[in-house]
């Protein structure tokens, strides 16, 4: 009896060893790309750069940009926005070309390579998810955004929260017909709320006010300007306007939705929803998508007046 149960137990090993093994191998052997496919360069971490088949790569952005977690028509929706954007940078190559197309920071996307998704998920869950991202990837292969003959700048944020999504020129003053104001598509609208507490020290050195730091009064905060959608344009503090793009990045703030309450000693700051909030929310396509909304849907709400099309590089492609 001993020895069939040593038996049993190293043939269960076995088994858990070889099929994760297998599923792994099948999975990079039957993978997004194939050799006709169009590559991109990127710039790694290591100052290197790396010829990767675009399908390859995107499959790295999503694991990158999305929680895994979510659904998978949310994960095609991202797959479609990152694939869109670096065609769009790939098509717009030029004479001062930097040598390489992207990298892998928020600076163009953000990327994993197959070890960083290890780490990140652990061995079992790496198994799980990268066949899940794939398969968002390889279903929405060569998909990707047009509007008026080009790619468009398919701009994507965590949440939106309690607003709605921005237009991209109240952001960085530049129009794009299809980045409008449009629901947030979240049903949980203050997934996330945070509060940072400056004192009038902290306050003066990080906005880089000379002037020695004094006890705060309600005058000393301001909204000059809103956006359409409501959230915080420009504003004034301490006597000098800031655009709340900047006053975001100075203080460390998740959003432009921001409300606060003034202290002779302390400024506290609550902001609603994380990131810009143009383009798609990515908390709001999953919200989508669990009410049984396709990639198709999800891209029509986020980028109104779009159309899906086929990967091309000539502008004869996309009209």
């Not at 790295?60 to 095609?76: D, H, I, N, R, T």
Request: aromatic share 10%; hydrophobic share 40%; net charge positive.
């Amino acid at each position: 009896m001993k020895k069939e149960w040593v038996w049993l137990i190293a043939v269960s090993l076995c088994v858990l060893l070889v099929i994760p093994w297998s599923i792994l191998r099948w999975q990079k052997e039957n993978g997004t790309g194939t050799q006709n496919d169009v590559q991109i360069r990127v710039l790694m971490p290591n100052g290197r750069v790396e010829s990767l088949a675009l399908e390859d790569y995107l499959l790295g952005v999503v694991a990158a940009e999305m929680p895994a977690e979510f659904e998978l028509e949310a994960l095609k929706a991202q797959a479609v926005a990152a694939r869109t954007y670096a065609a769009r940078r790939l098509s717009q190559k030029n004479s001062s070309d930097s040598g390489y197309d992207v990298d892998t920071t928020v600076q163009s996307q953000a990327w994993l390579s197959d070890t960083q998704m290890r780490a990140k998920w652990g061995w079992f869950n790496y198994i799980r998810y990268r066949g899940k991202l794939q398969k968002a990837v390889l279903e929405t292969r060569g998909m990707v955004l047009v509007a008026d003959g080009e790619y468009i700048e398919a701009f994507y944020h965590s949440s939106s929260g309690r607003k709605a999504t921005e237009r991209s020129e109240e952001v960085w003053s530049s129009p794009r017909s299809y980045l409008q104001n449009v629901s947030s598509g979240e049903d949980n609208p203050l997934r996330y709320v945070k509060s940072l507490s400056f004192t009038p020290d902290e306050l003066y050195k990080k906005l880089g006010i000379k002037e020695s730091p004094r006890p705060l009064t309600s005058k000393d905060i301001q909204v000059l300007q809103r956006t359409a959608a409501g959230r915080v344009k420009s504003i004034r503090i301490l006597g000098k306007v800031y655009l709340a793009t900047q006053l975001r990045t100075l203080l460390g703030l998740l959003s432009t939705d921001i409300e606060w309450v003034v202290q002779p000693e302390r400024l506290v700051i609550t902001t609603y929803g994380n990131g810009h909030a143009v383009g798609m929310s990515q908390w709001g396509a999953n919200d989508l998508a669990k009410n049984n909304k396709k990639v198709e849907e999800i891209l029509a709400h986020y980028y109104p007046g779009t159309k899906l099309m086929v990967l091309g590089y000539t502008q004869e492609n996309l009209k």
